[in-house]
């Protein structure tokens, strides 16, 4: 069993830059690619990064490339997604998933297990 804990969410201005964690449970961490996924509301929950099992390869959806980074730290059991310049459209409660198949895919359904998630509001 897996367990994901997501952390760092909050309310931030318009600009401004939050970085979120994923606290992994498992020790066979490095089985899993992990990816990030977020849910608007009244929108369906969309992909927003996801990184392979070593951490040497990584994809964006476009409309968030260079101003997301997501990376990994092997040792520590966590993923982690750095996120600039802010917009209010990136407001959304964002989720942390792990694929079993150690495959980095890009929809949900590739995803075994997912945490709570942690909100995040950009508002002036």
């Known amino acids: 069993q897996v367990q994901l804990v997501e952390s760092g969410g909050g309310l931030v201005q318009p600009g401004g830059s939050l970085r979120l964690s994923c606290a992994a449970s498992?020790?066979?961490?490095?089985?899993?690619?992990m990816g990030w996924f977020r849910q608007a509301p009244g929108k369906e929950r969309e992909f927003v990064a996801t990184?392979?099992?070593?951490?040497?390869?990584?994809y964006y959806t476009d409309s968030l490339k260079g101003r997301f980074t997501i990376s990994r730290d092997n040792a520590k059991n966590t993923v982690n997604l750095q996120m600039n310049s802010l917009k209010p459209e990136d407001t959304a409660v964002y989720y942390c998933?792990?694929?079993?198949?150690?495959?980095?895919?890009?929809?949900?359904?590739?995803?075994?297990?997912w945490g709570q998630g942690t909100q995040v509001t950009v508002s002036s």
């Open positions: 998933a792990a694929a079993q198949s150690g495959f980095y895919g890009l929809t949900e359904y590739e995803y075994d297990y």
């Open positions: 498992p020790r066979t961490f490095t089985s899993y690619a």
């Open positions: 990184i392979s099992r070593s951490g040497g390869n990584t």
